[in-house]
């Protein structure tokens, strides 16, 4: 059986995504590529601009937080999971945290998800849920206090 041109997987992959150079390692070592074939292919990855962890690092960051999905310490761990070092995770995370409000951010969040929801008639067991959900994405407790409680006044 000869193993599968580490190149062809590379572009094939990128095509679909930006990838971080760890997580395209990590899939060529699955699908049998050599060692050898590996770094070739990721050399020329990044000879031709291909791969660039610092851009990807900042562009899924971004991502994550437009989205909505993860922000402060969430928001590095994802990247972390993405094959990123700690400092470059950290690095994208403060370049982001100063292009994205948090608050904005959360505020848009709160408002997608729970648009049609009367704040002031919620139980503390579904606000206790909310808050949850909130703090699973990474936001400040004290904030999503604070917002919680500005949503309950707008409402009286």
Known sequence: ?????????????LTTRARSEADLRRRLKQRGCGDKDS???????????YIDDPRFATERAS????QGRAVG???IMELKKEGLSEALATQAQQQ??????ERALLAELV?????????????????RRIVNYLQRRGFPLAMILDHLKDKERQID
Do not use: I
């Open 1 to 13: 059986m000869t193993s599968p041109d580490a190149y062809v997987l590379c572009l094939r992959w």
């Open 39 to 49: 770094e070739q292919a990721l050399q020329r990855c990044r000879e031709l601009g």
């Open 63 to 66: 991502q994550l937080m437009r």
């Open 73 to 75: 310490p969430r928001l």
């Open 96 to 101: 982001c945290h100063e292009q994205h409000d």
């Open 111 to 127: 408002d997608r998800r729970y648009a049609r929801l009367d704040f002031s008639a919620l139980e503390d067991r579904e606000k």
